[in-house]
């Protein structure tokens, strides 16, 4: 891999219960259990991170492809939810849903489109095979 960049970030104190800060002070948080979980709530946890990460990552790859497509990116947009949830063994897994909008371009390249995105963008490759990522596009 030629590398482009490097993120570093660090967490410290109870993990989930704890801070994260990155080394060039930018992102800089408290993080905290879930209420879901049983915990406070207060500060953001790292399922919330990863989904602002993946949409952002995701939304790019979709942008990117799209103009190569020479296809209407105005006004599009990419959600993702990210579960958390147990698998068989007693860990932990986690589950994506991205949702896609291209209003300006009809709904079978938008999803041939969002299939591209999805092989170009490095979360997506990351995640491939890892954990469940459902793709959807919607209209509006």
Known sequence: MKVLYTAEA????????????????????????????????????????????YAACYHSALQLVARQEKADVTDSAVGAKVSLGTNDAGGFVL??????????????????????????????????GNIDVKLTVTDD
Do not use: M, W
């Open 95 to 128: 589950a994506v849903e991205l949702e896609v909008v291209l209003p300006n371009v009809d709904h079978e390249e938008a999803v041939a489109l969002a299939e591209k995105a999805h092989q170009v963008c490095p979360y997506s490759n990351a995640t491939r």
């Open 10 to 53: 660090l967490a410290t104190g109870e993990g989930r219960d704890g801070h994260g800060r990155t080394s060039d002070g930018k992102l800089d948080l408290d993080l905290s259990i879930q209420k879901e979980l049983g915990g406070s709530g207060v500060g953001t946890n790292p399922e919330q991170l990863f989904a602002v990460g």
